[in-house]
């Protein structure tokens, strides 16, 4: 599935079963509880942090794939193709960073 496919899919299903978008607003604070959500299985499976009861049956695919719905989610409410955003973003970096990984010690 392409990424437009996914915006498409996403939209298809927010105006069916979803009934409608919440706001912008609203989208924003549920990606950060996700990315938290991301953040607490990630300092638990890969930090120092030990699980909690709770917290075992959670799985980190799932939790990055609702990320990636609610920025979905943001880019069709804002008219964004995430295709051509990432292209761009992909030249912008290109150009940018073309030799500042290789010259940067730290990852030697």
Do not use: P
């Amino acid at each position: 599935m392409t990424i437009q496919e996914a915006q498409e899919r996403v939209d298809q299903w927010i105006n069916t079963t979803g009934v409608r978008y919440f706001s912008e607003l609203t989208n924003m604070a549920i990606l950060t509880e996700e990315v938290g959500e991301v953040a607490r299985i990630i300092s638990r499976q890969y930090g120092d942090q030990s699980f909690k009861e709770s917290d075992r049956k959670k799985e980190l695919a799932d939790e990055l794939a609702d990320v990636l719905w609610v920025l979905l989610c943001l880019a069709n409410q804002t008219g964004i193709n995430l295709d051509t955003a990432l292209e761009k973003n992909f030249d912008k970096k290109n150009i940018r960073d073309a030799s500042r990984h290789k010259d940067n010690e730290k990852l030697r």
